[in-house]
Every structure is written in structure tokens, then in C-alpha cells.
T-cell receptor
């Protein structure tokens, strides 16, 4: 069974704080993703990574950065948290194209609900 | 513009009843369509994935259909249970000509409540 874990289920931070959200997967997947989910907006891609030290911007990268130093770990960083970054953050991973064909099945973590006050 | 629209936004049904959720998409070029179930406060879990050549796929009491000509999909839930209460998200993958990832376009989901 694929296991994607996220460091915290709930997090409360103050405006201006630097925030780290950690994600770890145990299936040796090359690809990892960070999404945020807001009511009425669905899931939106922030960043993804298809290899160690590689990253690509998603649809809403502003205010975020990422780090992928090891294959199993993908971190999302809020350099200076703001109240509009209050959201549910979801991490996902998927195997590479050469093994999954065109399907790119994504496996999601349980999510981190971040509140910025 | 690539879009995925789901209907209804929310639905309440009685335990034991059947229901059907709809997904219309305008995504090109189409690669595959998937349905996810998301329990409140949890991450989405995959129910089915269908490629262009598949028009129906089942996973227990869940049956997804795909009409690639009309660009419509439905998720039918049979004999609903209280544990089916969740959001159901339709996701369409666009073919990627470069890079390692297909582009996923998410619907906003249908919130299903099953009442006893």
C-alpha cells in the first residue's frame, strides 16, 4: 500500500511566520505534488517535483517555495505566512511515466489544515 | 480553456438509495478521467480511472461511465451507505507532450450526504 504522510494534521501560525509543511512517501515515487484546497475552488496545484532537486511551478506558486533534497520527501515553505494562505494543504505522489504509462495515478496524503492568524 | 464541471454541487439521499453524480469536461487533448472520494478532513482516494477507450468501470458499489464523444462522465452509487457521505471529485488528465506529468484538471466536487 502506498503511504503518503504529512507532518501535521492541524497547524496554527501567525502572520509573517515562516512555515514548513513536510510530506513523505514510501513508494519510491519520482513525482510529488503540493495542492491547496479551498471551499468552492477545488484543488489547485502549487508546485510539483519530478526528481530530486527538480521543481516546477503549478497554477498558484506565489507566496510559496518548495524543497526536494531526498526522493521521499517534499517540503512546502511559506516564507512569510499570510491570512489568505489559510487552507487545507494536500501532498500527493505518483510513479514515473515509464512505469505508469499515461495514467499518472496520484496518491494523496491526509492533508494539513493550516490556519494563519 | 480546460475545465471540469460537476453537478450537483451537493446532494442528500436516504441510506439504501441509488444516486448518480455528473461530470462534464472540456479538456483537450484528453488522456484519462478519474473519480476520487474525499472524506471530510482527509485526502482524496482514487475510485476509478478510465482512459479514452473505456466507457464503464466498477469498483464495488461505484460504477463510473465515460462518453468521450459528449465529454461526459457519471459516477453511480448503488445501495448507498452512511459511509458514502463524502465529496466526490472528478479529475481529467490532459495529455502532456513534454515533461514527466500529465496535466490534471480538478472539478470542484459534489458533496454527498447519506442520511439514515
Amino acid at each position: 500500500d502506498v503511504k503518503v504522510t504529512q507532518s501535521s494534521r492541524y497547524l496554527v501560525k501567525r502572520t509573517g511566520e515562516k512555515v514548513f509543511l513536510e510530506c513523505v512517501q514510501d513508494m519510491d515515487h519520482e513525482n510529488m505534488f503540493w495542492y491547496r484546497q479551498d471551499p468552492g475552488l477545488g484543488l489547485r496545484l502549487i508546485y510539483f517535483s519530478y526528481d530530486v532537486k527538480m521543481k516546477e511551478k503549478g497554477d498558484i506558486p506565489e507566496g510559496y517555495s518548495v524543497s526536494r533534497e531526498k526522493k521521499e520527501r517534499f517540503s512546502l515553505i511559506l516564507e512569510s505566512a499570510s491570512t489568505n494562505q489559510t487552507s487545507m494543504y494536500l501532498c500527493a505522489s505518483s510513479p514515473p511515466r515509464r512505469t505508469s504509462g499515461r495514467i499518472y495515478e496520484q496518491y494523496f496524503g491526509p492533508g494539513t489544515r493550516l490556519t494563519v492568524t | 480553456k480546460n475545465q471540469v464541471e460537476q453537478s450537483p454541487q451537493s446532494l442528500i439521499i436516504l441510506e439504501g438509495k441509488n444516486c448518480t453524480l455528473q461530470c462534464n469536461y472540456t479538456v483537450s487533448p484528453f488522456s484519462n478521467l478519474r473519480w476520487y472520494k474525499q472524506d471530510t478532513g482527509r485526502g482524496p482516494v482514487s475510485l476509478t480511472i478510465m482512459t479514452f477507450s473505456e466507457n464503464t468501470k466498477s469498483n464495488g458499489r461505484y460504477t463510473a461511465t465515460l462518453d468521450a464523444d459528449t465529454k461526459q462522465s457519471s459516477l453511480h452509487i448503488t445501495a448507498s451507505q452512511l459511509s458514502d457521505s463524502a465529496s466526490y471529485i472528478c479529475v481529467v488528465s490532459a495529455s502532456s507532450y513534454g515533461g514527466s506529468q500529465g496535466n490534471l484538471i480538478f472539478g470542484k466536487g459534489t458533496k454527498l450526504s447519506v442520511k439514515p
